[in-house]
């Protein structure tokens, strides 16, 4: 990026370094974009060679006596401002003139000498509400430039370079008094522990020291019969203690990033959803060693597989992409043939109303089955809930409640498919009940996140339900509290939100607000949901005794939260992948980050994860590599903090997609693994495994 240089003086002269080409506004007020390119998304702070980095910032003029920044209306309609680029890349200049003075003309007034402006100065300067009304009426909402207020002159100066780094947002002016974050540990969430609706308390045998047992102790108590152990809520307590150790047992690496995985119910089946349009299955009936299944394909997909779902039986997996068609596929590998294509458009012969930002169709971002398997519901970026009947064929309800994207669904009991949840870009969870539509209203509303929804997540007991949203907190709701309808439409959700973008910035404890009206009952923070929608479950009552909450995190690990808010365990996948592959230009070009195609970091971010229902193991999916450019799904078991095992095959395991080793995966290994080319080689693995699946994979990273 070259550095710029203004020249100008005068009332209202109000330099525009937003652009770094040619940006004209003609007669009629119409902004003419001389040069379309994207060289702005990897800019960055411009240092003169040699010179301070202590950067000038730009002083006012005589005229302003006052030293405010000029309204940029004040004599708007006969200005014409012109930003040009030397040949020699080094400078930009600025001229402005009014009434009859042409463009490029040469102004009579002094010039000031050269100031540097920092790409951060730039944004302050967009701040200014003189600019902000040139650009709302020009096209700023392109910028993100119109939705901020009038009192509010800050600027996000924790924006990270990736694509729309230049991209703005408003924001609520720093606080000079503490930040009051919700209590930690929270009072309600000990008191559901104590109520044995999520797990049971630990028992100890030395009250004066608050001493727990470690396991082998516990089971020997047990055998011997001397503790309250040999119960069948003994032995729930064994169980809800394992927690899994972020040391990995296998580490699956795939050439795309993978956005989604899951057990299913009875936990003999796993499936990962990866950007190159492939679902790939695993037999976890042994859930120490997974076999490779099946691939189904998302064919013409958009982007990425958003999500996908089992039936309760196990036997169809449907999934989706930005699209209005959901594919369903069988899993039995014995069945080759082409998915299902399931148009949530149709209504009954009669196509959704649809030409939603100029598009016929519209994306689905959340997609789950019922507890009978005969319908799907989807949460859609047209605003709206949609509910498919898998036997006619159709879509045979659509829900238009809110007002932006609606990012997560689910069934609130797994026995009924009348309560539905969904989680919303415009902050809220609304809650559904179909026997009561008529007037299409909800039937109540969750407020309390301060930014939109990623992920919703029901206990399935059709009481408890828990969300993860861009405001870095997770949180924790009961059906009974929620809040009425009437009540919640006199309230306005966006006076609450402060419009951030979680895709590329970074959200500081000073950004955080309490909602004045939370109706959650637990908040739980730590974790970063940045950069994608990152996804939050209970776990399972089988191998935790429903004991805690978890979801992945942009800093690379799976947060364990015990239900009053305080860590149980951590995850950190990163430190388990860390440097696992060798650097992939192919692969690598892709990085999400553009500035980390050139500092080449290893970054994970954990976008899903799930607890085996039978077993203590997670699985987390994340996207893993160099620049986040690729995917992982590890499987991490509860080992008792050892570092290493004994056991065949070793912990740290690296396998492709298909579960197959490959020596590749250890070219920039750490010492032990060295010699591991050499021992996969005497076992006749071959140096490079391709196969059908994945011969193509190369070659369409996105």
Request: aromatic share 10%; glycine share 10%.
């Amino acid at each position: 990026m070259s550095t710029p240089v203004f020249e100008s003086t005068g009332r209202g002269d109000s330099p525009d370094p937003a652009s770094h080409a040619a940006t004209i506004y003609d007669q009629d007020g119409e902004w003419v974009d001389e040069e379309s390119g994207d060289d702005d998304m990897d800019s960055e702070d411009s240092i003169g060679n040699g010179e301070s980095e202590e950067l000038e910032y730009l002083e006012a003029t005589e005229d302003d006596a006052d030293g405010e920044f000029q309204d940029a209306d004040d004599g708007l309609n006969e200005v014409e401002i012109e930003i040009s680029v030397d040949t020699s890349g080094a400078t930009e200049e600025i001229a402005e003139t009014s009434g009859a003075v042409g463009i490029g003309a040469t102004s009579a007034a002094p010039t000031r000498a050269p100031i540097q402006v920092s790409r951060n100065q730039i944004l302050q300067l967009l701040g200014h509400a003189g600019l902000r009304r040139i650009f709302a009426n020009h096209g700023g909402a392109t910028f993100g430039l119109a939705n901020l207020d009038e009192d509010d002159d800050e600027v996000d100066d924790g924006m990270e370079g990736g694509y729309g780094s230049m991209v703005g947002r408003r924001r609520r002016k720093r606080k000079t008094s503490k930040v009051e974050f919700p209590k930690v540990p929270s009072e309600v969430g000990r008191e559901l522990m104590d109520s044995g609706l999520f797990g049971s308390n630990e028992y100890y045998r030395d009250v004066l020291r608050r001493k727990k047992q470690k396991l082998a102790r516990k089971i020997l108590s047990r055998e011997l019969g001397l503790d309250i152990v040999q119960d069948r809520r003994g032995n729930k307590l064994l169980s809800q203690g394992l927690i899994p150790s972020s040391n990995a047992d296998t580490v699956i690496h795939y050439n795309n990033r993978c956005y989604s995985g899951q057990f299913s119910d009875d936990g003999n089946f796993f499936f990962s959803c990866a950007q190159d349009f492939k679902v790939r299955m695993y037999d976890t009936s042994n859930p120490y060693e997974w076999k490779y299944y099946k691939t189904v394909v998302y064919p013409s997909g958009q982007w990425t597989i958003t999500d996908a779902t089992l039936s309760p039986d196990n036997k169809y997996l449907a999934y989706s992409s930005i699209r209005s068609t959901v594919c369903l596929a069988a899993t039995d590998p014995n069945e080759s043939g082409e998915p299902w294509l399931l148009d949530f458009a149709d209504m009954g012969g009669i196509r959704s109303h649809r030409t939603h930002r100029g598009y016929s169709q519209f994306g689905i971002w959340s997609i789950r089955f019922s507890g009978d398997g005969r319908e799907i519901v989807a949460g859609t970026g047209d605003h709206s809930v949609y509910v498919y009947d898998i036997e006619s064929r159709r879509s045979i309800l659509r829900i238009p409640g809110h007002t932006e994207d609606v990012n997560a669904v689910c069934f609130g009991d797994q026995s009924s498919p009348h309560i539905l949840y969904s989680g919303s870009d415009d902050t809220l969870i609304k809650v559904w009940d179909r026997r009561s539509m008529a007037d299409s209203r909800e039937a109540g509303v969750f407020m309390g996140h301060t930014e939109g929804l990623t992920y919703v997540d029901s206990k399935g007991d059709g009481r408890y339900v828990l969300s993860n949203g861009k405001d870095q907190t997770m949180k924790l709701w009961d059906l009974r509290k929620m809040m009425s309808t009437s009540e919640a439409s006199k309230l306005i959700p966006s006076r609450y939100t402060t419009s951030f973008d979680y895709r590329f910035m970074n959200y500081s404890d000073t950004d955080y607000t309490p909602h004045p009206h939370d109706k959650s009952l637990v908040t739980f923070r730590g974790h970063k949901v940045l950069k994608t929608l990152i996804r939050c479950h209970f776990s399972p009552p089988g191998s935790t005794n429903s004991r805690y909450v978890y979801t992945g995190s942009a800093d690379g690990s799976v947060y364990i939260y015990n239900l009053d808010a305080t860590l149980a365990g951590k995850v950190d996948v990163n430190r388990a992948t860390h440097h696992s592959r060798r650097r992939e230009p192919d692969t690598y070009a892709l990085s999400y980050d553009m500035d980390d195609r050139r500092q080449g970091q290893w970054k994970t971010c954990v976008r899903d994860a799930s607890w085996h229902p039978n077993a203590p193991v997670i699985a987390a999916t994340s996207w893993n590599g160099w620049g986040e450019s690729t995917g992982t799904c590890t499987i991490h078991s509860w080992n008792d903090g050892a570092e290493d095992d004994e056991a065949e095959p070793k912990m740290g395991r690296r396998v492709d997609q298909r579960l197959q080793e490959n020596e590749n995966l250890y070219g920039d290994a750490s010492p032990n693994r060295r010699n591991m080319g050499s021992r996969l080689r005497s076992r006749g693995v071959a140096a490079a495994v391709v196969t059908a699946d994945d011969e193509e994979e190369d070659g369409d990273g996105w």
